[in-house]
């Protein structure tokens, strides 16, 4: 409650640095709620660069620190206490991304971060959500999410409203289209072209995502927005709308062979969104046309606001909001590999009782915990490949494996938790592990130790154990365990595995029943 109050009245920025344009948000809270008060956006052609050279050109990247400056005077005109300011794919490409930031840093004083793939379907799942509210029920239903940017573009599966899988492509509209005219084909050869890439794309998409046949299809991104503008041209622009194959074939009558220039005009939307309706437009009426969905959901989404909630989240000290949806790729990975889901979610329990019951011994983080959470549902899933050395293949999977929510130096820690689940504990001479900072190293073997322990507990794999208590005496750390049966092979294994607990948490581990 206090830092609710602590809360009132602040005002907080965010900055968004996308593929063709800068925007600012200021926001207030006022009895609870957010309340915005400036909205700010200017063209910015990122994108432009990165998708033809691989870099920003020194030309932009000077016109984007003066702009993040005159934005960082904004704030301080508001009184901004509190800021984020974040980047998507065109920096996330850009072969100088370092050399961008850096100066951002050095110019504006602004620490920009560049959103990874799963980072953005976790804000745009979250957006999503919030905008169909009372709309759209997606409980005990198939759904397909498309956030189709100027660079890039996310695809995840929802299951019972989770996400349970993605895929990230480097397509864009923008970029799609910067391709084709660069290659002086005519209208119609343009037109043809973006019809064959987006079938191409769309058979591809039905490959490495399953069941793509969902009954629902939402999607979002600038360009969407756009397709409201024409939809709606003579009345407001609603959050959400419901667009069929003969609406968006309409949409693409309207448009072809029309220069962007004229249709930007005459809808009143932006030159690079008005080049990119074309292609936004065909690739959707295709991914319709492989889904069970009559419609198209079509949802207006707002990054920075979510950003917003996700910072004042971080502030509140909460847990994730989309955790759920973590466990739940998670496990969709697991079953992916053919794991033991009754083995994997005892050792899951056990995991997390420890944890939990030896907090003040580790004095690790609620997000240490769900990367925890996360290693012990995936710790056996290398066995899909072979049971000899199946540790360091379930690092390899899980190295290799995008869980939204996740970013990827956080995939990296558990795929090590994985691997010293078992076996040689952590050690310098293992290159993925001493290429981690210290910090990162520590909490590896401090997880890696719990799940080590949970993981010998179910060494029968029949869920015959259970942890009664936790009690730290001297040096000793007491360990009350519970079961009906023989504990002979669990005890053994235990005995082979608390090594690298006693190691990192400086105890002597005795199992009392």
Same mark, same amino acid.
């Given at each position: 409650?206090?830092?609710?109050?602590?809360?009132?009245?602040?005002?907080? @920025?965010?900055?968004?640095?996308? &593929?063709?344009?800068?925007?600012? @948000?200021?926001?207030?809270?006022?009895?609870?709620? #957010?309340?915005e008060l400036e909205r700010l956006? =200017?063209?910015?052609?990122?994108? /432009?660069?990165?998708?033809?050279? $691989?870099?920003?050109? #020194?030309?932009?990247?000077?016109?984007?620190?003066?702009?993040? &400056?005159?934005?960082?005077?904004?704030?301080?005109?508001? $009184? =901004?206490s509190e800021r984020r300011a974040f980047t998507t794919s065109a920096i996330r490409e850009a072969m100088n991304s370092e050399v961008f930031i850096d100066r951002v840093k050095r110019v504006c004083g602004i620490d920009l971060r560049v959103l990874e793939p799963s980072e953005e379907v976790k804000l745009t799942?979250?957006?999503?959500?919030?905008?169909?509210? $009372?709309?759209?029920?997606?409980?005990?239903? *198939?759904?397909?999410?498309?956030?189709?940017? #100027?660079?890039?573009?996310?695809f995840y599966l929802l299951d019972d409203e989770l996400v349970v899988s993605m895929l990230s492509l480097n397509f864009g509209t923008l970029r799609l289209r910067e391709i084709l005219e660069d290659a002086h084909t005519g209208a119609r050869s343009v037109h043809q072209a973006i019809e064959d890439f987006s079938a191409n794309l769309v058979a591809t998409i039905s490959r490495l995502i399953p069941n793509l046949a969902a009954d629902a299809l939402i999607v979002t991104g600038g360009n969407t927005r756009s397709l409201l503008n024409i939809t709606h041209h003579t009345k407001k622009v609603a959050n959400y709308a419901s667009l069929g194959e003969k609406d968006l074939r309409a949409i693409e009558k309207k448009i072809s062979g029309v220069p962007p220039e004229k249709i930007a005009e005459h809808y009143g939307i932006s030159d690079h969104y008005a080049a990119g309706l074309e292609p936004c437009c065909i690739f959707i009426d295709k991914l319709l046309a492989n889904t069970f969905a009559n419609k198209a959901t079509i949802v207006v989404t707002d990054t920075r606001s979510v950003v917003l909630r996700d910072m004042l989240l971080e502030i509140r000290g909460g847990s994730d909001e989309f955790e759920k949806d973590i466990l739940t790729s998670a496990r969709f990975t697991g079953e992916k590999y053919s794991y033991d889901a009754a083995h994997a979610e005892h050792v899951r329990s056990l995991a997390l009782s420890l944890f939990d019951k030896t907090a003040e011994l580790h004095r690790l983080t609620q997000r240490d915990r769900l990367l925890l959470d996360v290693a012990a549902i995936l710790h056996d899933v290398g066995q899909f490949i072979d049971t000899r050395q199946h540790h360091k293949h379930s690092m390899y999977l899980v190295a290799n494996t995008q869980i939204p929510g996740l970013s990827s130096r956080e995939i990296r820690i558990v795929s090590l938790i994985v691997r010293y689940h078992r076996k040689a504990m952590p050690r310098r001479a293992h290159p993925e592990y001493a290429s981690l900072p210290e910090e990162e190293r520590m909490r590896v073997a401090s997880l890696a130790a719990i799940l080590r322990v949970a993981d010998a507990l179910d060494r029968s794999h029949d869920a015959r154990v259970a942890i009664t208590s936790v009690s730290l005496k001297?040096?000793?750390?007491?360990? $009350?365990?519970? &079961?009906? *049966?023989?504990?002979?092979?669990?005890?053994?294994?235990?005995?082979?595995?608390?090594?690298?607990?006693?190691?990192?948490?400086?105890?002597?581990? /005795?199992?009392?029943?």
């Open positions: 409650m206090k830092r609710e109050t602590a809360m009132e009245n602040k005002i907080f @920025g965010v900055i968004d640095i996308g &593929s063709h344009a800068a925007r600012l @948000g200021v926001y207030q809270i006022r009895a609870g709620k #957010t309340e956006s =200017v063209p910015l052609l990122l994108g /432009k660069d990165v998708f033809n050279s $691989g870099r920003v050109s #020194t030309r932009n990247i000077r016109l984007a620190t003066e702009i993040i &400056s005159d934005f960082v005077n904004v704030m301080a005109e508001y $009184g =901004v799942c979250l957006a999503v959500r919030e905008r169909l509210k $009372g709309y759209i029920r997606l409980k005990k239903r *198939k759904a397909i999410v498309c956030n189709i940017g #100027t660079g890039s573009t996310q001297g040096k000793n750390l007491n360990l $009350g365990v519970a &079961s009906e *049966k023989d504990l002979s092979l669990d005890m053994l294994s235990l005995k082979r595995k608390k090594d690298l607990f006693q190691n990192q948490f400086c105890v002597n581990l /005795k199992v009392v029943r």
